[in-house]
């Protein structure tokens, strides 16, 4: 499985949007200025987001973007899954029975089942709202390199829940 560019930007703007006030409207190119993201993905990927039911999206002069819902009722799966389909790991595990021939007697399949149940698990668990960006990656970059402290993007890991073994 591998996380791709579309994913990480649509992150990097929801947890931007998230880290301003609710009400505000934020335009398009403060997101992918702040987030360094390219304008050719960004307006691709806000599109989705809005269809998704992620974002609100408002045109015109004074347009922009905002959360459709509370960061912390935005889960990272919810994302991956908006831009992505369904959380899968190996083909085989499609619920939709989509299995290969050899399903039945497949050694593997509890293995790699159990470990996309993990990974789903927490990325449910794991929120928009505990990520939040305030400041955007290329000014906390630029005041981390000017010695300067800003507040980490990072999340505490005991701040995110993990599932259970």
């Not at 200025?33 to 390219?38: H, L, R």
């Not at 408002?58 to 889960?75: E, Q, V």
Request: charged content about 25%; glycine content about 8%; overall charge neutral.
């Amino acid at each position: 499985m591998n996380i791709g560019r579309r994913v990480d930007y649509a992150v990097r703007a929801l947890t931007y949007l998230a880290a301003q006030p609710q009400e505000r409207v934020v335009p398009r190119r403060e997101i992918q200025t702040k987030q360094d993201i390219p304008a050719h993905f960004l307006s691709k990927i806000m599109k989705q987001l809005a269809a998704g039911g992620l974002v609100e999206s408002y045109m015109g002069a004074r347009g922009g973007s905002t959360l459709k819902k509370p960061a912390s009722d935005i889960s990272l799966r919810a994302v991956y899954e908006c831009l992505e389909g369904p959380l899968l790991l190996m083909e085989c595990l499609d619920e939709d029975g989509n299995a290969c021939c050899y399903h039945p007697v497949c050694n593997q399949i509890s293995v790699w089942g159990e470990a996309q149940r993990l990974l789903g698990s927490y990325l449910d668990n794991v929120s928009i709202g505990q990520i939040a960006h305030k400041l955007g990656l290329r000014e906390e970059l630029a005041h981390r390199e000017q010695g300067e402290y800003t507040e980490s993007a990072r999340p505490y890991i005991a701040d995110i829940a993990k599932p259970s073994l």
